[in-house]
């Protein structure tokens, strides 16, 4: 696992870079306007990264993170991200992303609908619950005791193995929610959903989440 492919080079896609970069990854950055628009990110991440087409990114990547609006997931590739492991950080904020009628009703979630757009990937639900400046602020070498965690979900078992490295790599404990499924457990407005939280404090937010429909 050398190059990590992302699209989407906002506040979560320019930090997992900096992560990423930090910990001996390559790189390939994407955004919606082009590439051009990256050079001073890429500048300041090195020579481990470049900036590339979303196709560029999701070609490279050998794990592909997804961190866009919610609203835009039609847009991310399918075929060139077949058998990979795709990363999704993405939330659903309706004033942002419009109404979505499935999330609503609350019948799937959010890395379920990139799941199904994506059939052939291995999605894993990851730093969606983490603000984007506190990625490269709390990460904790290995074994560090009350080592923040972060919560993943997917149905792949080895796909979700290789995220928990990554994870550690970066700094944190991965708290395993199960299925993609499951990932409205941490979904926004649940306790788990922006504090620092140990893995032992997370699997009790996860304990405690409740639907919408039921707040
Ligand atoms: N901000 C946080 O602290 C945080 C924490 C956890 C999870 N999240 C979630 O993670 C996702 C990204 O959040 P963010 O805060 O990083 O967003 P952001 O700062 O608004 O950045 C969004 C990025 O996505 C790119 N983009 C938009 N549509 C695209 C498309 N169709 N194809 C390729 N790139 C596209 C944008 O590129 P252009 O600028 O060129 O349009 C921009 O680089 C969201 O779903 C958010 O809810 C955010």
Redesign the pocket.
Known sequence: MSTIGI?????????LARLAVANGYHVVI?????PD?LSELVSELGPRARAGT?LDAARAGDIVVV????K?YR??PVEPLADKIVID?????PQ??GHIAELDNESTTTSELLQAHLPTSKVVKA???????ALTTDGQPSGTTNRRALVIAGDDLAAKTTVAHLLDQFGFDAVDAGPLKQGWRIQRDTPGYGPRRTAEELRKDLAAARRYADQ
């Open positions: 699209i989407g080079a906002g506040h979560i896609g320019s930090q994407s955004n919606s306007r082009g628009t979303v961190t866009i609006p919610l835009n847009t991310v950080t993405n939330n659903y904020y942002r992303d730093f969606n619950h983490i603000y984007a400046a």
